[in-house]
């Protein structure tokens, strides 16, 4: 009697199933890393939903300038922002993706760093009620840059209450984003190091990302580009 195929074998000779395209893609990195700008460019080259992320938060002034309370009113503000418009994306029935220039799980990054030890015992009641049924992506592609080019892209094109974060600040920020990655399992991921390249300026160097994108991601994988020489 011949033996039952496993299903691990199925998937593997389906080629439908092997190269089936993620439909919840998402596009993350520290401030000024180029996630806006490559969620763009992905969303109309896939015809995707694209999922924003909040940029009017009104207590953000108050916590570039450490006023007391300002990181609490600051990061709660984020969670429900970000929680909702996931939802809203995700509950829309669409024939193409959903690109999201946020992972909801960053927000736990920030709150870390930013909240108390009482905060975040507040805080993290609410993200476990209101992350509980929102999926996990497919694909997620990490922009990562040395702190230093983060400093130099800032300096360069930080708005008026950017200018306000310290260096210092940039470095924990670039460091929790490594400690979370390092770890992250959830979905397939994609590292890509933009120390060396600058696809928002450079069109050769966005083709060469683009042609990087094309190609499918199981489970965590590196690219590092080559800049042009300067």
Avoid: W
Wanted: proline residues 5%; charged residues 30%; negative net charge.
């Amino acid at each position: 009697m011949a033996a039952h195929e496993s299903s691990s074998a199925k998937r593997a000779r389906d080629p439908q199933r092997a190269v089936q395209a993620p439909r919840f893609i998402v596009i993350e990195g520290p401030l000024r890393v180029g996630k806006t700008t490559l969620a763009k460019i992905l969303a109309e080259k896939l015809h995707a939903r694209r999922v924003y992320d909040c940029e009017d938060n009104p207590f953000l002034a108050e916590f570039y300038k450490e006023k007391p309370g300002a990181a609490l009113r600051a990061q709660m503000y984020f969670l429900m922002e970000r929680q909702k418009r996931l939802r809203e994306a995700l509950a829309v029935e669409s024939p193409g993706p959903v690109i999201s220039d946020f992972l909801l799980e960053k927000d736990r990054i920030f709150a870390n760093l930013n909240l108390d030890d009482e905060e975040l015992k507040l805080y993290e009641r609410y993200y476990e009620l209101l992350s509980a049924d929102i999926p996990e992506p497919d694909l997620v592609i990490y922009l990562q840059a040395k702190p230093e080019v983060l400093r130099a892209r800032i300096a360069k094109k930080a708005s008026r209450d950017e200018t306000q974060i310290s260096l210092e600040y940039i470095e924990e920020v670039a460091r929790a984003y490594e400690h979370f990655f390092y770890r992250y399992a959830a979905s397939d991921l994609l590292v890509i190091n933009t120390s060396d390249i600058d696809f928002v300026e450079r069109s050769e160097d966005l083709q060469q990302l683009l042609r990087r994108l094309q190609d499918p991601v199981k489970g965590t994988q590196y690219y590092l580009p080559l800049g042009k020489a300067e």
